[in-house]
Each structure stands twice: as C-alpha cells, then as structure tokens.
C-alpha cells in the first residue's frame, strides 16, 4: 500500500521532537536517537530520485553516530579527538559521493570557500595545534567539507526546495564544525558553541532528511 504524502511529510516530526527533548533535557540516548531515526527514514522513505544512492545518506549518518561517540567521550585522549574527525571525514566522504552520484561541484563555491577557510587554518589553527597527526588531520577534514559544501550546491534532487534544503543541511554541519575548531583549538566563541553547536548539529540531519523523503 502506498504511504500517504501527508503522512511521509509528516515523519520529519519524530527527529525534531527527538531534538527538542535532548535541547531542553539533555540525554544521550535521545542525541543518538536523532541520526539513528533519520537514518531509517532515509532507508525507508527516501523520494525515487535518490533510492539507490540514499544508503550512501544512511552511511554517513552511521559514521557521525561514532564520530560524535569519540569526540564527546575523548577524556583528554587526543587520539580519540582524531579517530572522531576521521570518522566525520568518512561521513564527509559519503555525503560527497552522495552529491556527486546526483549531481556534481559548483567551482565558483569551492573557491570561495576555499578562500576564507585555508587562510584561516594556515594563521589562526595551525599555530594552536602543536600535534603534527592532528593538524594534518584537522586541514584534511576542513578540505572534505569545503569540497562536500560545494557538491551540495551543485545537487540534483526533485525540487529546487528540497535542494536547498540539503544544501542547508551539509552548510549546517560545516557551520558547526567551524564552532567546534574556533572553541577547541582557539578557545574563542564560547557562547556561540554553548548556544548553536547542537542546534546546528541537530539540524543537519533533519534538513537532510526531509530534502530526500518529503514529498515537495
């Protein structure tokens, strides 16, 4: 039986209310209960312009799942701070590929990002961070997300609403992330990180989902 499009627009509810209740009380299961939820909805209700390359969505959102795992139980352990970009930057990878498999780069971004976010790790990141393996691993993720941005730009889905709805997403998680290196490694922006690092975060991953399930 067909589902009914009121009723697939309508499951986006379920990971907002799931970010809402972690917002307003935080509790970790209802934090991984967001990515977990998109992912099956994305698995299950993914729009036909996209259903072969959705698990690709699916992966991505497993590989943060973990990523995020390491990087909020680190305990000072740097090693964990890189396992947990490294596996955002697979995430990134999926995301990408996503992108490319329906669509492709939009040059004109990529340079413009490319612009503002290697100066600002050659000047103000790389002299903060006195590891070597985490600087390297610090510029490679800033790369993958410049590159994923602009293939995010340049996708093709249904509806010109659905693809900046996806574009938001990914700028989201690129956002966020930019939150997290200023906070961390410069000690700066503590209020913007306290008050928009989760949201945004949350956000992604809904914004995501919708743009390849609703019906718009």
Same mark, same amino acid.
């Given at each position: 039986?067909?589902?009914?499009?009121?009723?697939?627009?309508?499951?986006?509810? @379920?990971?907002?209310?799931?970010?809402?209740?972690?917002?307003?009380?935080?509790?970790?299961?209802?934090?991984?209960?967001?990515?977990?939820?998109?992912?099956?909805?994305?698995?299950?209700?993914?729009?036909?312009?996209?259903?072969?390359?959705?698990?690709?969505?699916?992966?991505?959102?497993?590989?943060?799942?973990?990523?995020?795992?390491?990087?909020?139980?680190?305990?000072?352990?740097?090693?964990?701070?890189?396992?947990?970009?490294?596996?955002?930057? @697979?995430?990134?990878?999926?995301?990408?590929?996503?992108?490319?498999?329906?669509?492709?780069?939009?040059?004109?971004?990529?340079? @413009?990002?490319?612009?503002?976010?290697?100066?600002?790790?050659?000047?103000?990141?790389?002299?903060? @961070?006195?590891?070597?393996?985490?600087?390297?691993?610090?510029?490679?993720?800033?790369?993958?997300?410049?590159?994923?941005?602009?293939?995010?730009?340049?996708?093709?889905?249904?509806?010109? =609403?659905?693809?900046? !709805?996806? =574009?938001?997403?990914?700028?989201?998680?690129?956002?966020?992330?930019?939150?997290?290196?200023?906070? *961390?490694?410069?000690? *700066?922006?503590?209020?913007?990180?306290?008050? !928009?690092?989760?949201?945004?975060?949350?956000?992604?991953?809904?914004?995501?989902?919708?743009?390849?399930?609703?019906?718009?």
């Amino acid at each position: 039986m067909k589902t009914p499009k009121l009723l697939l627009n309508g499951l986006i509810l @379920i990971p907002i209310v799931c970010a809402i209740f972690a917002l307003t009380g935080y509790r970790y299961f209802l934090h991984v209960a967001i990515p977990v939820v998109c992912g099956l909805l994305i698995g299950c209700f993914a729009n036909k312009d996209v259903d072969r390359s959705r698990w690709l969505l699916v992966a991505a959102l497993a590989f943060s799942i973990v990523g995020d795992w390491f990087l909020k139980h680190r305990n000072d352990d740097d090693m964990r701070f890189v396992y947990g970009i490294a596996l955002f930057f @697979i995430a990134h990878i999926c995301y990408l590929a996503f992108c490319l498999k329906n669509g492709n780069i939009r040059l004109l971004l990529l340079f @413009i990002l490319l612009a503002g976010y290697l100066p600002f790790f050659i000047f103000r990141l790389m002299p903060a @961070i006195s590891d070597s393996v985490l600087q390297m691993a610090v510029l490679a993720y800033m790369l993958i997300s410049c590159v994923s941005l602009a293939a995010a730009q340049g996708l093709r889905l249904s509806t010109m =609403f659905a693809r900046w !709805l996806f =574009f938001a997403g990914i700028a989201c998680i690129v956002f966020s992330d930019t939150l997290i290196a200023v906070y *961390e490694f410069l000690n *700066e922006g503590k209020w913007l990180y306290d008050h !928009l690092m989760t949201p945004t975060y949350y956000a992604a991953h809904i914004l995501i989902t919708y743009a390849v399930t609703a019906r718009i």
